[in-house]
């Protein structure tokens, strides 16, 4: 259930409502998101009419909810949430944005000439790459941390882009949010609920991925999760479950893309390199999903993906991403999206 707040509530009234919740022992979370005051409580209770009445002072409205995940879907906000981080890079309008460059940043040389080709050739507005790099293997590169973290910035200093690159855990969030234009929070993080909650407390974009072992209603309840902590910027990141096919790295769940689109406003971008893991079938994966119509795609490309220290398999090589790019751009243009 969500209590919308009244503006200008009684704030005696407003601590009236939330005693007569605690006396109930209704667990509920005081959220503000966008100006407005909520209080959301479990989707469970039912509510209580006399409570209700004699706090109607600070009560504009009262939605029952039937999901445990509320403050994401679209009967809450029918609206799609709009992100613009300026310079054409909007999603949640009528662009698909196509986010380019290495699984991990590895020498300088490496991420200038992913830069270099991907923004002069094509126009790239969004570059990621991983400084923190969550390697199941304790054996596996970890990635370049603080120096990786610099030379993202360089990149945006070099080529005027954004940059996406992931975190770990929150111990080094506020150093990736001071470099990152959307902070991505990746697969094996999507149950950290202390990052989870630090995420809710930023003031910029981030960009959710769902657990390649997670239901549609976990990656939707973590949403909800940095959405109560006050931050509406939650993009969403479909990137392959796990099943029981072995041949490909993961699964796309496109069914259940589709679907996020209809239930949730949030936008929707999907991760065609990690869902299959093979390179040869990354561009006909991300054209699959270019026209699902989603707000943005993530593509792993490599100056020498042989020589690439992370995910080699997957990474795209200059020619290849070459040869994936004008199609997309057609592909979107066939339902009514743009490619940037």
């Given at each position: ?240 479950i796990r099943t029981f096919e072995p041949t ?15 239930i949730s406003h949030l936008p929707l971008v ?71």
């Amino acid at each position: 259930m969500i209590i919308t707040l009244r503006a200008g509530a009684p704030p005696e009234t407003v601590a009236s409502l939330a005693q007569g919740l605690d006396a109930a022992e209704v667990p509920f979370r005081d959220v503000t998101l966008a100006g407005s005051r909520y209080l959301v409580t479990s989707a469970s209770w039912q509510g209580a009419p006399d409570l209700f009445r004699a706090c109607a002072a600070a009560i504009e409205a009262v939605r029952p909810f039937a999901t445990e995940y509320q403050l994401c879907t679209r009967a809450f906000q029918p609206a799609n949430t709009v992100i613009d981080l300026g310079d054409g890079v909007v999603f949640g309008g009528t662009a698909t944005i196509l986010m380019a460059g290495p699984c991990a940043i590895e020498s300088e040389d490496q991420v200038m000439r992913a830069a270099e080709h991907l923004v002069r050739t094509w126009g790239i507005k969004v570059f990621r790459a991983g400084a923190f790099k969550p390697r199941t293997s304790p054996y596996a590169f970890q990635g370049a941390e603080l120096q990786g973290l610099k030379l993202l910035d360089k990149v945006r200093r070099t080529f005027g882009v954004k940059i996406i690159t992931e975190v770990k855990d929150e111990t080094h969030l506020d150093v990736v949010a001071e470099y990152a234009d959307i902070v991505q929070v990746g697969t094996k993080s999507m149950y950290h609920f202390t990052l989870l909650a630090a995420c809710g407390r930023l003031r910029k974009p981030v960009l959710l991925k769902r657990s390649f072992m997670a239901t549609l209603k976990e990656l939707l309840q973590a949403a909800d999760f940095i959405m109560a902590g006050g931050n509406p910027q939650v993009i969403l990141c479909e990137r392959g479950i796990r099943t029981f096919e072995p041949t490909t790295r993961f699964s796309l769940d496109v069914g259940s893309a589709a679907l996020l689109r209809e239930i949730s406003h949030l936008p929707l971008v999907l991760d065609p390199s990690h869902a299959v893991g093979i390179a040869s079938l990354v561009p006909p994966v991300a054209q699959s999903a270019a026209a699902l119509g989603v707000d943005g795609l993530l593509v792993e490309v490599h100056p020498n993906p042989a020589q690439a220290r992370c995910d080699r398999d997957q990474a795209l090589s200059f020619a290849q991403f070459d040869a994936l790019v004008p199609r997309l751009r057609a592909i979107c243009g066939a339902v009514d999206r743009t490619l940037i």
